[in-house]
């Protein structure tokens, strides 16, 4: 499915993240940034090695990564350039903050994408696989998140041209049933926009 969105092509694909050829694709992590499994193994895999030194370097300078927050680095073996990992919330129940917490991810993601230029980016369900986040309420979040950053977005000026920020964003769903409900939610936006 591909809907444009104030000139960005908003498109979901079920497939394997590690598969982008996105300029930047982002990684589910954990705090640690030093891997683990489902999307953030996946990556560092399919990756190799110089993901993970580059997240031990940015350990060194910050320490962990705080959830909702986002960081960037070489997308080493991959297609993709840059790898965004980002931390989403573990599901708690709902009275944790974990909406907020997603959302940030998915804004923090964008924003840093943004500021280094970067063109194309792909996401997965951040926080639906070992963090149990429900993907019902959870794919509403990504979508509006996106959705709303992307009409509100304002060509960034570079050296006198006139950029206008992203010209892809891609939702990557790993499963049949996470595409299917992620195409009903973003149906659901589309029409009540229009
Ligand atoms: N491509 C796209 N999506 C994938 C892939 C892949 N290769 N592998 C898994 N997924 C999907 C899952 O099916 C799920 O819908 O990504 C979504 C997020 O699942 P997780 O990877 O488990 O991420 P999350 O729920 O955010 O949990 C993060 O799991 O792997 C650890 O280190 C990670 O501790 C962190 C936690």
Redesign the pocket.
């Known amino acids: 499915m591909i809907v444009s969105i104030n000139k960005t092509k908003l498109v979901l694909i079920q497939d394997?993240?590690?598969k982008q050829e996105t300029t930047a694709i982002v990684n589910?992590?954990?705090s640690s940034l030093l891997?683990?499994?489902?999307?953030?193994?996946?990556i560092h895999r399919a990756g190799g090695p110089k993901i993970l030194k580059e997240c031990k370097e940015i350990r060194k300078q910050q320490g962990s990564c705080p959830t909702g927050e986002a960081v960037i680095t070489t997308g080493g073996n991959l297609k993709a350039k840059y790898v965004i990992h980002t931390v989403?919330p573990i599901w708690y129940g709902g009275n944790k903050n974990e909406d907020n917490l997603l959302h940030n991810c998915y804004l923090n993601s964008l924003k840093l994408a943004k500021e280094r230029r970067i063109k194309s980016i792909s996401f997965?369900?951040?926080?639906?696989?070992?963090?149990h986040?429900p993907i019902e309420r959870a794919s509403k979040i990504a979508l509006k998140t996106v959705i709303d950053f992307l009409q509100d977005n304002e060509p960034v000026p570079l050296e006198g041209k006139s950029l206008t920020g992203f010209e892809e964003v891609r939702f990557?769903?790993?499963?049949k049933e996470?595409y299917e409900i992620y195409l009903k939610n973003l149906q659901e936006i589309i029409d009540w926009t229009e």
């Open positions: 394997d993240i590690t589910a992590a954990n891997g683990g499994g489902g999307v953030d193994g996946a989403g997965p369900s951040i926080s639906t696989g070992a963090y986040f990557v769903l790993f499963s996470d």
